[in-house]
């Protein structure tokens, strides 16, 4: 067989040699950037991923009245009870914390009356409960995260402790306006709000707000929250403000 005719065919052999040993090579890369070391079976991987339910609250009924309307949270005393009681303390003035204004103990005198939402955003939260109305203001104290793992950001109405960090919660909280799964088991969730509530919520995130740190131009206030004990009624609303007639 002539040199030149073997050279090609030998040349060709190995060409495809080697496109079958990348195409396998290839292949195999693949399969291992897909799959991770140590992965479980696919059925188990499904069963660790699988959400666990979502518990109810079953503690008392945190009403929020706001310059924009009414907001009805029902809380979670079981899987958050240092966050419900403190929450409940702030609201009734039956916990002491310090004014960040003056630096003075407040004793008997709710903390959340009058304050504002000074944090909004459309499709996420709206975020109060600063008695400096800055987002840079707390009850003087802070307390440690509660993370149930059975409980997440997967619908809206969520009521959970703002902080600046890990077991930093004090005052601060927000309402989300839609499911927020980044936020899953780093932030307290301590409450539930109903369908109509975060409707106001979303409402609030709607305002005209400055662009910079999303606080409203005109303040949205939180007038009173009230807590309604396990089988109480909720207080009436306050009436709407009324509309004078048209001057004829």
Not at 17 to 39: D, I
Not at 99 to 120: A, C, E, S, W
Request: charge should be negative.
């Amino acid at each position: 067989m002539p040199y030149p005719v073997f050279w090609t065919m030998l040349t060709l052999r190995h060409t495809a040699l080697l496109t079958a040993v990348l195409l396998l090579s290839g292949t195999l890369f693949a399969q291992q950037s897909a799959t991770t070391p140590n992965a479980p079976a696919p059925a188990a991987q499904a069963a660790a991923q699988a959400p666990l339910p979502s518990p109810q609250p079953t503690g008392p009924t945190a009403v929020f009245d706001t310059s924009m309307g009414r907001m009805v949270c029902r809380l979670f005393s079981k899987e958050a009870p240092n966050a419900v009681a403190n929450f409940i303390g702030l609201a009734t003035g039956t916990k002491d914390w310090i004014d960040p204004k003056t630096h003075q103990p407040m004793h008997g005198k709710p903390l959340y009356n009058g304050t504002i939402f000074h944090r909004v955003i459309p499709g996420f939260m709206i975020q109060g409960g600063d008695p400096l109305g800055t987002g840079e203001g707390d009850p003087g104290y802070t307390f440690n995260d509660e993370i149930d793992p059975s409980l997440n950001f997967d619908v809206a109405g969520r009521l959970a402790m703002a902080n600046s960090g890990p077991n930093t919660n004090g005052s601060q909280f927000f309402v989300t306006v839609a499911a927020t799964p980044w936020l899953n088991q780093h932030y307290t969730i301590f409450g539930q709000c109903d369908d109509s509530s975060v409707w106001v919520a979303k409402s609030i995130t709607d305002v005209d707000r400055d662009p910079n740190n999303n606080r409203p131009t005109e303040p949205v206030v939180l007038e009173k929250v009230t807590i309604v004990p396990v089988g109480q009624p909720l207080p009436p609303a306050a009436p709407a403000p009324s509309t004078p007639a048209p001057q004829s």
